[in-house]
């Protein structure tokens, strides 16, 4: 494992430059560790939920047991606010294609087929189907459509030869009968 390599900064004097950095690089703390001569710091972007590729980390260390006002401050990694993360909200075309299609009853896996036709660039399935659950609630608060149903059984058909493996996974038993008609 490799280490961090911290790279020396500035020095501090008072806790409120301490704190003028933090709410300059936008950090949070998320870690507080206690040393021979004190109490040590670290800090990471305050929005890295949003920006996950941001890798800046910020160390503040008490430089001695007698001075409780000076700190060292190193910095780690880069700051990179230029990728906003995808996951955390669909675009509003989409989010308004999934409330048209929702108000036209289309099924789920319609309303998937058509979102992935229109804006084959968004594959977040999941995020889609959370929408049109979203927007069936707001609606209709205990819509199921009769197509959904199908799709569902659909989905999870099995005939006996073919049992799921895991115990928990819901599934629809199926038969196909063979009629003999004797003469
Ligand atoms: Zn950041």
Redesign the pocket.
């Given at each position: 494992m490799s280490r961090k390599s911290w790279i020396f900064e500035t020095l501090c004097k008072s806790p409120t430059d301490l704190d003028t950095i933090v709410e300059q690089?936008?950090?949070t703390k998320f870690r507080t560790e206690y040393t021979s001569v004190g109490v040590k710091y670290t800090y990471r972007?305050?929005?890295?939920k949003r920006?996950p590729s941001?890798a800046?980390q910020l160390q503040a260390k008490q430089l001695s047991m007698t001075d409780v006002d000076t700190f060292e401050i190193s910095k780690f990694g880069k700051?990179?606010?230029e990728k906003r993360a995808l996951t955390t909200r669909a675009p509003s075309p989409i989010r308004d294609d999934v409330k048209t299609y929702v108000a036209a009853g289309l099924s789920e896996t319609q309303i998937r087929r058509a979102v992935t036709i229109d804006h084959p660039q968004w594959a977040a399935q999941k995020q889609v189907r959370s929408l049109v659950g979203y927007y069936r609630t707001k609606n209709h608060p205990s819509s199921f459509s009769l197509s959904d149903l199908r799709d569902w059984c659909i989905e999870r058909s099995q005939t006996p030869a073919h049992t799921p493996t895991e115990s928990d996974t819901p599934f629809v038993l199926y038969s196909i009968w063979h009629t003999q008609i004797t003469k």
């Open positions: 690089y936008e950090l972007c305050a929005l890295y920006f941001c800046m700051r990179d606010h």
